[in-house]
Structure formats: structure tokens, C-alpha cells
């Protein structure tokens, strides 16, 4: 049921004129979570781009976006 209300009367306007009835959901698609996070690049706290590891933090970045510290000795 919707309720619609005249703010200037405070009275309700159509309440017993308008129904709404179950609906489904639309444009929801399902989430890929089966996708294995891989490893795009590497970079120092500089901000250098590593080709390898290196001993301290370095800043991982993943094929979904998400960023990581990492602590290497």
C-alpha cells in the first residue's frame, strides 16, 4: 500500500487508492567469485615498481582491484 500525505493539510491523500504488488528483482547478475587473485605488480614504498620481491614492505596489487602490504625479510 503506498501513502501519499499533503504536507500543508497533514492528512493523507490516497491511501486506500493505490496498491503495489510483489515484483521481482531485475539487473542482478551474479557474482564470479571462483576467479583466482593473481599478482599484477610490485612496488617499494618509493613507489617503484619492483620486478621481484624485496626485503622490507612492498606494495602488492592484484588482478581484482585490491591492494596489500607485504612484509618480505
Given at each position: 500500500?503506498?501513502?501519499?500525505?499533503?504536507?500543508?493539510?497533514n492528512y493523507?491523500?490516497?491511501?486506500?487508492?493505490?496498491?503495489?504488488?510483489?515484483?521481482?528483482?531485475?539487473?542482478?547478475?551474479?557474482?564470479?567469485?571462483?576467479?583466482?587473485?593473481?599478482?599484477?605488480?610490485?612496488?617499494?614504498?618509493?613507489?617503484?615498481?619492483?620486478?621481484?620481491p624485496e626485503?622490507?614492505?612492498?606494495?602488492?596489487?592484484?588482478?581484482?582491484?585490491?591492494?596489500?602490504?607485504?612484509?618480505?625479510?
Amino acid at each position: 500500500m503506498v501513502l501519499v500525505i499533503d504536507r500543508s493539510s497533514n492528512y493523507i491523500v490516497n491511501a486506500a487508492r493505490c496498491s503495489i504488488g510483489a515484483h521481482g528483482t531485475t539487473g542482478v547478475e551474479a557474482v564470479n567469485t571462483q576467479t583466482e587473485r593473481v599478482e599484477v605488480a610490485r612496488f617499494n614504498l618509493k613507489g617503484q615498481r619492483l620486478s621481484a620481491p624485496e626485503p622490507g614492505i612492498n606494495v602488492v596489487k592484484y588482478n581484482d582491484g585490491t591492494v596489500k602490504k607485504v612484509l618480505v625479510r
